[in-house]
């Protein structure tokens, strides 16, 4: 079934129709409409057999999906930013006691300064905690990820980040089609807990684990891990087969058989690059586009083919690492290590700040004319806003257009 719907009605509606036990509600934008939404359903009838949890606060909501899991419940929840960071304890705990949440990250930008627009610095914050991380970069790829989600976790025993970009996605309105109930059902069947809780066979989870036997569990998260690369792959595949939806996957190409240059991007920046490639491939510029869909785990055997002989690869970030680069970058040179493939990162679209085809445009003009000096490339900066700042005796005067990290440090020394 089309409708024409905001992104966030669109996901409601998908974790409605997987089923959930239990969701766990604590309002923060730009998730709000989420949770909002799966209340009206429970509210109305419409999603039956859920207990729907208004909790007071992002460290309770992710405290009570722990219990609602280990309870043995199919368990649901949402969250963004700072709320994402106050529930980091529990973000670990939930990994560390292998509980198959779904959780839908609304990406956000981490203040100070507040900041309530969309970047990729809340969810790649936790990257080192045990989760699985998909990355959609349009609504009817969100809406269908959440659905492969449960059972990517279910058959893993991980708990998955759904990561959305918020507002862009959240609160934009287009057509996207619903799986109908039957397809579901055939495709994620009743939920059936490996190991929960129950007065009837008590037992301890999350006990305390020594030096004899941390190493093993962290070993054993890893293999999960590990597992989940075809896990997400063969889920895609069943799900695609029903739905005749192309959703999800480790990642996606995009006109790049013949490409000199491949962009690497994570999130709803991939629908603007698409179209300026078409624009550029006009123009007979061999430019493609590598759609990163997973980023934990790590995909990179099929990364490493994606980009095959390719020389030349920049990751357009909308993150970075203080004190040091990219977040991307690094794992892509990983992939690529010992091929002579020369990668960079574009930083673009922090807080918010607008990607259009121009800024595509600048990163590709800058790669093929060789302005990547360093590792690391600023683009979209606006220099009045920097000059301004550093204006008092510091004797520093920052260019229009991309800067360097070159530039960077030397206007500190």
């Known amino acids: 079934m089309t409708e024409q719907i905001e992104g966030s009605l669109g996901v409601a509606k998908a974790v409605a129709l997987c089923r959930p036990g239990i969701v766990c509600a604590y309002p ?103 989760w699985l991380q998909l990355f959609c970069e349009s609504n009817q790829d969100a809406l269908d990820t959440h659905i492969m989600a449960f059972k990517i976790a279910e058959t893993v025993g991980l708990p998955v980040m759904v990561c959305m970009d918020g507002f862009v996605l959240t609160h934009a309105f287009e057509r996207l089609e619903l799986p109908t109930q039957e397809q579901v059902d055939a495709f994620l069947p009743e939920y059936e807990p490996r190991e929960y809780l129950t007065p009837k066979e008590p037992i301890s989870i999350g006990s305390m684990v020594g030096p ?140 918010g700040r607008a990607i259009f085809g121009t800024t595509i445009n600048g990163i590709v003009r800058a790669a093929f004319e060789g302005k990547f000096k360093d590792e690391m490339t600023w683009f979209d900066v606006n220099s009045n806003v920097l000059n301004s700042y550093t204006k008092d005796g510091e004797g520093v005067t920052f260019p229009e257009g991309p800067l360097s990290d070159s530039q960077l440090h030397a206007s500190v020394k």
């Not at 009838?45 to 309770?60: I, P």
């Not at 992710?62 to 949402?78: D, E, F, M, N, Q």
């Not at 054993?220 to 075809?230: E, I, N, P």
């Open 212 to 351: 004899e036997a941390f190493t093993e569990v962290r070993f054993l998260q890893q293999r999960k891990m590990a597992k989940a690369l075809k896990v997400i792959e063969d889920v895609t595949a069943e799900y695609r087969k029903i739905t005749g939806h192309h959703s999800g996957g480790l990642l996606d190409c995009y006109r790049c058989d013949d490409a000199e240059l491949k962009l690497i991007i994570m999130g709803s920046t991939v629908g603007t690059a698409k179209d300026e490639i078409d624009r550029l491939r006009d123009k007979g510029v061999k430019v493609g586009l590598i759609s990163l869909k997973a980023f934990r785990p790590f995909p990179y055997e099929a990364l490493r083919k994606a980009i095959g002989d390719c020389k030349k690869v920049v990751c357009v970030e909308r993150a970075f690492s203080f004190g040091s680069r990219g977040i991307i970058c690094p794992e892509v040179k990983r992939a690529m290590e010992g091929t002579g493939c020369d990668v960079k990162t574009a930083i673009a679209g922090l807080g």
């Open 28 to 130: 923060i934008s730009p998730q709000t409409h989420i949770v909002e939404n799966l209340g009206k359903f429970v509210k109305s009838g419409a999603l039956k057999n859920c207990d729907y949890l208004n909790v007071e606060s992002e460290f309770a909501a992710i405290s009570v999906s722990i219990g609602s899991s280990a309870g043995g419940a199919r368990t649901y929840t949402a969250t963004a930013s700072q709320g994402l960071l106050f529930m980091t304890e529990g973000i670990y705990n939930a990994s560390g006691l292998g509980l198959p949440i779904v959780m839908t990250v609304a990406s956000r930008a981490i203040g100070g300064p507040i900041n309530i627009w969309n970047d990729h610095s809340d969810s790649l914050s936790q990257r080192d905690s045990g």
